[in-house]
């Protein structure tokens, strides 16, 4: 799978400003061939006739690690009443079992793409919308999956399909009539249908599938082998939902004398290739098993603080070992510029202290480490060999006029938003180009269509 053709666009990028190896580099050449880097030139002057200019700071093409895309059609509508993650959660129900494959490629893309407007260059899609509403399969039981991936490509974006076992309602809880589309039965008979999507994509260049297992409520200690096997045996990430609630917490202790963090260690599943998403109510020794392990820790900070889930041990898991990267989740907003500077200014309200996180960390956060924590290792970074995934914020906005080039790093990390991204390249092609998405036209309005026809 490719992206849809467009304008060829040019092989040089010549960037007035570029992050590159944690430092700001000026009249920065960026060569591409083949949908990667094939150079990088700082100092470049004049810019070459040939060359495209990114007018403002070009950075590695963001990663949003944590994606359920349905959920996008929650936002607002969670917001008119108080309540808790669980009054949520049925809202949330609600809204998924309006979806088919055809309305949910519709919204997906939609997403998508306002994920591109937003620099994004890859998302991981925590996808657990499996079969029909009632529980039955698809003709082609990976439909739902497929409509995912078809979106991406639509809105010139990577995915890594995180495809998710999910069997169980709760601890010793059968699975209610909303979650029966989630699951397959049990692991083998998931590890069959992702096998047969996992060999669906093998040769695609955008799209890359993962696993994941929602979480140690929903897959049954005897089930979570297999899941792991199954990921370790075909190099795939696997990602888990993990304490993001104190109820979670009390219920895995009460059920198996352990932390969701010690239960996961005791079945094999941490490592490099592991990210606990959340990870918001750790005790030292889930901190140091995951750091130890160099399990990463993705945070998502706007949706953990819509949820009042709590503020996560971001940095001590930093400090232990574990690679942070940030996902937009539940996209009560959808900006990761939001989500990087929240992992510091949260952390100084818990600590009433400063200057935790410095700005090249939180970019690495959102770039490098994001991709690693997807399967795209060769994506996050400017330099000869990588993809050519990038994003250019202006900086002459209201938000970022002024700035000097110096500290142009902080800038874009504590006071841009999403609406500052200028331009995208995805493969060397231009997903946005000047704020205007390429490739899906009337974006706003392709939200509001799919969002509406769910609640009609």
Known sequence: ???????????????????????????????????????????????????EKLSGLTIPGLANVHSHAFHRALRGRTQVESGTFWTWRERMYAAAAHLDPDSYRELATAVFAEMALAGVTAVGEFHYLHHSPKGGL????NAMGHALAQAAQAAGIRITLLDTCYLAGGFDTELNDVQRRFSDGDAARWADRVEALRKAYAGSDTVRVGAAVHSVRAVPVDQLPPVVAFAAENEMPLHVHLSEQRAENDACLARHHKTPTELLHTVGALGPRTTAVHATHLSQMDIDLLGTSATAVC????????????????????????PVNLGSDSHAVIDLFEEARAVELDERLRTERRGHWLAAELLQAATESGHASLGWPSAGRLEAGALADFTTIALDTVRLAGVQPAHAAESVIFSATAADVRH?????????????????????????????????
Request: hydrophobic share 40%.
């Open 1 to 51: 799978m490719t992206f849809p053709e467009n304008p060829p666009t040019p092989k040089q990028f010549w960037c007035e400003l570029a992050w590159i190896g944690g430092e700001i580099k000026t009249k920065v050449l960026i060569e591409v061939a083949a949908g990667r880097i094939s150079s990088v030139t700082c100092g470049v002057k004049p810019r070459p006739q040939d060359a």
């Open 138 to 141: 698809y003709q082609d039981p």
């Open 299 to 322: 945070m998502c900070p706007t949706t953990e603080r819509d949820l009042a889930d709590g503020i996560g041990p971001a940095h001590a898991a930093h400090l232990a070992g574990s």
């Open 424 to 456: 995208v390249v995805v493969a060397g092609r231009f997903t946005v180009r000047d704020h205007q998405h390429a490739l899906v036209s009337d974006v706003p309005g392709r939200l509001a269509g799919s969002i509406g026809a769910i609640f009609k």
